[in-house]
């Protein structure tokens, strides 16, 4: 992990199947990543929510938050996916600690079969909503 790439900013996480990697990224910048994330869960687009759920046996001292799945694609049934994808991806304790003061309520996580590539990620000017220019004054 190196966060000191982009210090400050929003955390974007994406998993591509097809590089078999975990992508963690602030601003467009990638500051971590870790390769085989493990089995394959269903494609689609999770949002990290507010709250805390029961300890999952496989993170022993993690804080574990809801996810809510935007999109899925598959024919997986939305709260199967969610299961899915905790049971099936396996991070690694170092990283998994690392990313653990990095990723907030509001986090997005795309799980996809496509590869990332430059021309496939957005730059460092990447933000999930743009905000709304000032109003001119009409004075």
Known sequence: MEPQKSPSGPVNCLISYTDKTFYVSRNGVIIGLFFDPGEA????????????EPADPHLPGAIIHPWSVLSLTGGVAQTDAVTCMRDR???????????????KPGTI???????????TRSGTDFSMMRPEAPKKSTK
């Not at 869960?41 to 805390?52: A, H, I, N, S, Y």
């Not at 795309?110 to 021309?119: G, K």
């Open 89 to 103: 991806i396996r991070i690694p304790s170092n990283f998994r600690q690392a990313i653990q003061q990095l990723i």
């Open 109 to 119: 996580l795309p799980a996809t079969h496509e590869s990332s590539t430059p021309q």
């Open 41 to 52: 869960p269903p494609e689609g687009v999770f949002l990290m929510l507010e709250g805390q």
